[in-house]
């Protein structure tokens, strides 16, 4: 399976650990991990916020260690009018590198599906893969 994961699991991971933790190390170990330099650069402006500063050096790791093996691609030319335009990029890449969404955002990725992008919660991904 390939994926894209959304930047709040990224985030909890490093503060709290737990299932989206384990989402980190289950699709680094079982799944390709989908990026673009959209993704990437949010991911890093969201370690340098103020409000995520004890947990930068653990968020910092975790996007080097998607670096290191995930696939890049370009993101696709698409929008789905989300609530937050940021959000685009994740659907975007996902549909260009073929891949699934893993996100704890139900606010703003509101339906199960979005083209041939299935979203899937934390929670969803580890049982479908554990």
């Known amino acids: 399976m390939r994926v ?26 079982y799944c ?12 890093e402006e969201v370690a340098e916020r103020s409000a995520h500063a004890g947990y930068r050096d653990g968020i910092l790791a975790i996007i080097a260690d998607f670096e290191q093996v995930a696939v890049f691609v370009e993101p696709a030319d698409v929008t789905f009018g989300l609530r937050d335009a940021d959000d685009e990029a994740y659907l975007a890449t996902a549909i260009a590198g073929g891949a699934n969404l893993i996100t704890g955002n139900r606010r703003d990725f509101t339906e199960p599906q979005y083209g041939p992008v299935e979203v899937l919660s934390p929670r969803a991904f580890i049982d479908r893969t554990g």
């Open 4 to 29: 894209v994961i959304d930047c709040n699991v990224v985030v909890s991971a490093a503060r709290s650990g737990g299932v989206c933790a384990r989402v980190i190390v289950e699709a680094i170990r």
């Open 32 to 43: 390709e991990v989908v990026l673009s330099r959209p993704i990437v650069e949010e991911y």
